[in-house]
């Protein structure tokens, strides 16, 4: 498995924070913090505050370490933690706004992930592509090329607007990554 270059990517301390408790909740934290550099060791061992915005290639080193450990289905599962469990609680009003104003159900989620992912990642574009009533092709697109590591993790990221919603039959196939890995798209059908 091709281990993910290191680019500098915008993202929020919130988001490392989610990440380092995702690795918590999966038991991998000590052994992914063996894994990486001592720049990222520093970090994971004194995070940065929430709001703070970091420019760098600590998370593409994260998701190279959970890689070599446990694939792309583990990068889905970290994407899933980080995003659950300590995003979720700053998600969950957001998500809850879309409904008040677009309706409940994954279709009103996917139509408007930019705006609900807007406050914890910068440099990224979100847009969905309706291809029925309950299915579709969620597409990212960053402004520097991600590997397939970095996508994974989007993938499980992505599960818990199924949740949300209350469906638990949601699919999201794996990206297909084209234009360099600036963009990944995915099947998403519930």
């Known amino acids: 498995m091709a281990v993910e270059k290191q680019g500098k990517e915008q993202f929020s301390g919130s988001l490392f924070k989610a990440c380092l408790s995702g690795l918590d909740t999966l038991g991998l934290r000590s052994v992914v913090r063996t894994m990486v550099p001592p720049h990222v060791q520093r970090l994971m061992d004194a995070p940065p505050p929430s709001t703070a915005w970091l420019d760098g290639d600590e998370l593409p080193l994260l998701f190279n370490a959970v890689q070599r450990l446990q694939g792309q289905e583990g990068l889905r599962q970290l994407g899933y933690a980080a995003m659950s469990i300590t995003m979720g609680r700053f998600l969950k009003p957001l998500m809850q706004t879309m409904f008040s104003r677009y309706g409940h159900g994954p279709a009103a989620l996917f139509h408007h992930l930019e705006s609900i992912f807007r406050p914890f990642f910068q440099e990224l574009e979100f847009h969905f592509l309706a291809d029925g009533a ?57």
């Open 134 to 190: 309950r299915s579709g092709t969620v597409q990212i697109r960053s402004k520097h090329p991600k590997g397939p590591a970095s996508w994974a993790a989007w993938e499980g990221a992505l599960r818990i607007l199924f949740e949300e919603c209350g469906i638990r039959t949601g699919v999201i196939s794996p990206g297909v990554l084209s234009e360099g890995g600036l963009l990944s798209s995915m099947r998403v059908r519930w």
